[in-house]
Each structure stands twice: as structure tokens, then as C-alpha cells.
């Protein structure tokens, strides 16, 4: 599958498929061996019968004659016809005879199958395999002769047993020869087991594979078992009629390999021989005659089997060559891990300083800095800046280190229009990648001092709603050397950073939590205020309705007798009925005007123009002259305002300020306030101020702290309606120094261009 990435399960799952279709595909048996095996099964069958088939195969003929003399009945004799032999030897090693003739053909002759090609030296070795299989098979029927608990198993049928019992491992040699060679190398190198390692790289261990060919084949239960089951425990066999051959092949196989009888990592793992002897009821000074001569015995049948001229010291020093290698690999393999283990401790160490010195309550960018620090360690260079893109917002923030690695300042950035997001740039990004093509803008941010040619990225996705970040450090030493320990250092970075932006969040969240429920309760108290002024807009009508005409009527009949009193107290009452009763209806007048709704007409309005006007109005209406100096703090644009309701509020409140009692100083200054360019104009006296009953009260419709009778406390509230209709807000409190300070805010009051020239 070219151009296509493939899932590591999914390439273990497709070798076993493979390997399962391909055992099925393995040449079967011949008819002569099939023919040979079943005779010889039977003890009662004719041995004539077994002669002819056996002279009919030359190979398998040849095969019996030269087992007949390293066999301990045929030794010494001349045995050279193959009735003899039969007849000297017995049908079990006729039957191994055959079945080594036909394993050996079978499989010798298969090149490579599985789509597979070594690239190099081999590193399993098929001649070393037979020479344990043999050593095995040697070992089986020595222990099988020898040993108490064995009666019912024949030397021949353990000999064979031993002989096969690691096919399987040929049989994956055969079918993915390189993925093999690679299950040795992982063995050797990590001093694991065989079967552990091919799980590992293959998917399938060897027992398994040596089962499935034994059952295509069509081998004796024994055999099948023996292949499939050797190695085990032998409390942990299942109640198998052959548990004890399994037991006796399991000793041989270690045996065998603790006389380093064996190939590339199929070395002694340590096994407690004596433990193993138990099950068989073998002694263990038996065993120790047994491997005495075990490497004679394996050079003989070596000779007699076609494996070549090897001769006992042949085998002799083979196995020390094995021994030889296997030390060199295991010391290998040693130096590795513990360079893993040392490169383990740095990660472990780094880990638990980047914990250590993050805080419960630590920002993104704290975090960030942390990991800057962190990376500056490990890498052995200097970490330049960090970027750190918000899932929030989206907004980028560039924040520089110093040389000593603190942060300088942190601020916003605006990468290009087409600039890709941080989240699917650093998608699969590997660590360490230079910003010069990726990030080409970031150079103007960064300065003179930095050229990004010089600089690597090392990313830092913290997944989804957790934002993305990166690091830029100074060419790192040691990034292509210890890329492992980098990316185990990263993960725990990513967490980190997650953390942080996750706090962050949660912060961002509670603001947001707050500012929500400042605003419904300023939505609750306007919603009371507009039902208020709405029952009073509803009392007000009906008032101004029932009662205008009852005090017209009043007012005129006063009037009227007043012109035909010649009494002057008489005349001087009925004057002040006719005022009074005027003042009544014009403050029912004033009440339903401030009920109804409010609906500015916002038109481009001179504010210094407007401003004053109003206090030359003001001045001019009332009895007291206090001093009032106005000050721009700079020249102010075009306002798109309702010019009479902004006078009417404003002029509202510097009428309080000059009939507040002490007042003589007045200033009114208007000027821009804060980042969000709200219009701020204060009107502040140097009176005797308010008190808390005042200040709480101030705005309540018909409250005023002055005398009963002298005002009838519509003016605050009305302006705070004019003022609100424009999407504002008044506040009234007490100076520091004394005297009471009243502010109107508006926000959106600048006449844009477009709207001006609207209008």
C-alpha cells in the first residue's frame, strides 16, 4: 500500500492473516511419508511393507542407513541393506527418519515467501537452528530413556518430539524473514523472550505458528502438543494426555540451550534446571552426564542427518561462538538500557522540576515561561519568546525572554490576513522545525537581534479549547539526539499548558459570570424603575384628567373674587388659592411628562457650544451666582447627542450644585475617560456635600433634601432619564475634599463619518 500510512495494529493484524493464509499454502507431506508414518504408528503392521517404501525413497533410504550408525543399537555393527536397518533399528526411528527427511526438504528448500526481502545479514541462522532442534532431540531421548516418569514414551518419539518443537520458528523465518530478524534483534537487545518479541513485532508467536504447520501436515496429537505447548509451566499445562513428553522437551530445549546448543537469541534465560527435572522424575546428577556428552552426541546425528561434516569440537566451539556473541549482544543490550534508564532520569528530573515550579494559580503565560525554562534546560539553549494563540478569542500574544530567561513584557500581535491558525499549523509539526518558511512574519516582531534562520520551533498544541503554543529557541544540541526524551518532555508540557488554559478559561468564565449578573441586576432595577414610572404614568393621567378641571375651576373662580374683595387679607388669600392651585396643576403636568417614555433625537451637536449655553441658561435663572469655570481638557469632536435633553440633564445638575448650601466654586469639566473613550462631564461644588440618606435618595422621584414646599424633587431623576435614554448613566458622590460630584457617562457618543454624512 504506497502513500498510505498504515496503523501499527492494523500492520500486526494483516501478518497474521498473512501468515495463517501462507501455512495453509506449505507443500504437505509426500505420499511416502504419509504412507511410512501410518504403518509405523501400528505395531502390528509388516515390516516388509515398511521396507519397500523406505528402499523406494533413495534420500529417505540413505537417511535410515545413517541413522542406523550413530543409533546405540546399530553401533558397531555394519549395517548396509535396508531391511536391516528396519529390523536393527525399530519403526519409531523409521518414523523419525521420514520425518526428518521431510522437514528438512520442505522448508530448506523455500527461499522466502510473505512479500518480504532481507535488506543486510541475516541475523537468524538456519544451520545454528538445526544443530538446537537436534541438541534438543538429543537431550529428549537421552532423558526419555533415563527417567522415572517417562515409561510409555519411546526414545524415537521423543527424539522427534525435540526435533520439531520449534518449527514454528522456522516457519515465520521462512514467511517474513525481515520481521524475523527483527523479533532476534528486540530479543537479544532487551533480553526478552522470543515468543514476548514476536508478539511484539509480529503479532503471532512461534508456538502458534509451529501448531497450525503441525496440523497441516497432519502430525500425531503428541507432536502437535509438544510444538504448541512446550516452555509452559508445568503446573500451568492444560490436562493433556502428553503433559509429561512436553515436560521432558521443555527440559531438553533448556538444557540445550544452557550448553549454548542454540541460535541468535534463543539463549538460557535463567531456567532452574533442577525445578524442570522434577516432572519427568529425572535426577539431576542424570542430567549432568547427559550434557556431559551432548555436544558428541549432537555432531554424530549431525553427520548422520546431511548437516555436514561437524564434527564434536566443530559443535564444540560453535557453541562457544554463540556463547561468545550472545555476552556481546547482552552487553549491548545492556549499554542501551542504560542509556534509556539515564535519559529516563533526565525526563523524571525535569518533570519534577517543571512541577515543582508550577503554582495552582499560575496564568498561560506563567506556564509558558515555566516551560521556556524548562526546554532552556534540557536542550542546553536559550529560549528567545514564546506565542501563545487563545481558542478563546483567537487573539496571539508574543511574549520575549531575556537572556537569563525572563519574560520582557507580553503583548498582542497581529499576524497576517492569511496567516494559518496555530491549531492546524502545529498539526503532526515535528519538534525543533525551523520558523523561517512557517512563521516568515514573525521576524518584525521579534527585532534585529533575532534572525529566524537560527531559530526552531518547538510546538506546543494542548488540544481542543486549550489554545496553541510555540516556542522559539536558539538552535538545540541536542534535539536530533534525544528526540524520545523531547517528546516524553513534551507531553508533559502540553499538559501543562492545557492546565493553565484551562484556568484561564475558568477565570475569563468567572468574569464573564459576573459581569452578567452586574448586568441583570442593573436589567432588574431599570425593569423596576420603567414599571414604576409606568404606574406612575398611569396615576399621573388619570390625576391630570380628574383634576385639571377641579383646579381650573378653583384657580379662576380665586381669581375672580379676588377682584371684588376689598379687604386686603380677604384679597391676598384668595390670590395665593389661585397660586397654589397653578402650582398643583403644573406638577401634575411635570409628573406625567416624567413617566412617559423618553425618545432622544440624536443629531450632530457642538458639545463646547452646547455646554456653554447651558450655564449661561442656568446662571442667568438662578438667585444665588456662585463661580463656574469650564474646562476642556482638549478640543472635542462633533457629539451625536440630543442637544436639548443633554442641556436639560446637565443644566439640572449644575442647578443643584449652586443652590447646594456653601456653595461659591464651581467646575465643570468635560474630557474622554478611560480605554473604552466614554465622554465624562463633572460637575463639581465646594458645598457641604450630602448626606448618606441624600446620596441613596437622590435620584427616587419627588425626594429632595431641601425644605418641605421648595422643590418638588423631579429635577435628578428626570436628568438620569435623559441621560439613560441615551444609553448612559449619572453618578452622584461626595468629593474628597468636600462638595458633591456629579457625572454623566456616555459611550457611542462620537458622530462618525458615515452617520454625519448621512445627515
Known sequence: MHGEAMHPASTKARRVELILHELESLPTLSGVAVRVLALTADEESDAREVIRLVGSD??????VLALCRCHERGRGSRVTTIDRAVLLLGFEAVRCAVLSVQVFEILDRISSRGGETRRGKPIFDRESFWLHALGTAVASEQIAGRATSTRGIRPGEAFMAGLLHDIGQLVLHVLLPESFDRVCRVAETHGASLDRACHQVIGLDAHTAGKRLAEHWGLPRALTDVIWLNGQPFDGLPDVPHRTLIALVTLADALARTRYIAPSAHFSHAEDLAALCAPVGLEPEQLETIAGNLHEAVAEHAVALGMGETCEPGVLLQSISRANESLARANAGMRQRERLAQRQMRTLKAIKQLHDSLGTDDSVIDVLTHIARSASDVLKTAAVAVLYESSDDGGRRLVPFTSDGRPHGSRMIEPPIDAVPFATLLQDMPATLSPARLLPWLGEHLGQDHDLGDLRILPLPCGA???????????PRRATEEAGELEDLMQCWRAALAAGAQRDS???????????????????????RSRTLATLGEVAAGA????NNPLTVICGRAQL?????????LRGAALEIASQSHRLSAMITALRSFAEPVKPNLQPVDLADLIVRVVQQTKSRGKRQPQVNTVFTKPLPAARVDGDLLGRALGELLRNAMEAKGSQH?????????????????VRDDGSGLNEHALRHAFDPFFSAKPAGRQPGLGLATARRYVEAHGGRITLINGPSGGAVATIW????RERPDKRTAA
Open 58 to 63: 533413495p534420500a529417505l533410504a540413505s537417511k
Open 465 to 475: 479549547g486549550g489554545g496553541s503554543g510555540i516556542l522559539l529557541l536558539k538552535s
Open 506 to 528: 475558568a477565570a475569563h468564565l468567572t468574569e464573564q459570570l459576573a459581569q452578567a449578573n452586574r448586568t441583570l441586576l442593573d436589567t432588574q432595577e431599570a425593569l423596576a
Open 544 to 547: 391630570a384628567h380628574e383634576m
Open 561 to 569: 373674587l379676588a377682584g371684588r374683595l376689598d379687604d386686603a387679607d
Open 666 to 682: 464651581i467646575e465643570l469639566r468635560v474630557q474622554t475617560d478611560g480605554p473604552d473613550d466614554r465622554l465624562r462631564i463633572e
Open 746 to 749: 456616555l459611550k457611542n457618543w
